[in-house]
């Protein structure tokens, strides 16, 4: 049972500041779109798998001034925290293998943001063979997750994904994570491995189509 609805609802109005702090804690989100923003810097059709909330589509939206951005959940609560621009921005409920039926080819950029640990593993080679046939040509997939590795911040963010959402988490490790993405986009693909503040479990890998 997630448990995530109940703990925002008692926040009321400050529930953004104090979801906004609990990320901080894991992870540095705005460190993040600064480093997406360099990986594809001419970027405009950009789409984000598993946006949630909306939090990172806001930064992505300031980031990137001129792109129009698609954002897709499977989430009801898809976009309810979304407070920039609304002219270029598309907030929609649906899987990335519709999106891929539908418009293959059409995205310069993709994100992907702490996503595939939520999916299940017989799930992700579908998922990830969806954002590769969403890319265009040159286009590029930003993959971030959190790695398994085991500290007491590594317990707290078990914890808090698996009860906050409900659902049942599969970390995979940096090396598991790249043979994963090798397999859907060949390992010529992969780029570059970084890591973001403030835990080295958080990494990062540019993937080029």
């Not at 609560?77 to 999106?99: H, K, S, T």
């Not at 969806?130 to 914890?159: C, M, N, Q, T």
């Not at 790249?178 to 780029?191: D, K, S, W």
Request: proline share 5%; with cysteine.
């Amino acid at each position: 049972m997630a448990i995530g609805p109940i703990v925002r609802r008692a926040f009321g109005p400050f529930e953004r500041q104090v979801a906004e702090a609990w990320r901080a804690l894991f992870f540095n989100l705005d460190d993040w779109i600064a480093m997406v923003a360099g990986w594809a810097p001419g970027a405009r059709r950009i789409l984000e798998l598993g946006c949630g909330e909306g939090y990172s589509t806001e930064r992505l939206a300031a980031r990137f001034p001129d792109a129009e951005i698609l954002a897709v959940d499977i989430a009801p609560n898809i976009g309810r925290l979304y407070a920039g621009p609304a002219d270029r921005v598309q907030f929609r409920i649906a899987y990335a293998e519709e999106l891929a039926a539908q418009c293959p080819g059409q995205f310069d950029l993709i994100v992907l943001t702490d996503v595939l640990h939520h999916v299940p593993d017989a799930m992700r080679a579908s998922l990830l063979g969806a954002a590769r046939d969403l890319l265009a040509p040159g286009g590029v997939l930003a993959f971030k997750d959190w790695e398994r590795r085991w500290s007491p911040i590594h317990a707290l963010a078990y914890s808090a994904d698996r009860w906050l959402t409900g659902d049942r988490i599969a970390y995979l490790t940096l090396a598991e994570a790249r043979a994963v993405l090798a397999e859907t986009f060949g390992a010529e693909a992969l780029g570059q491995t970084r890591h973001i503040a403030p835990w080295a479990h958080n990494y990062a890998i540019r993937v080029a189509r």
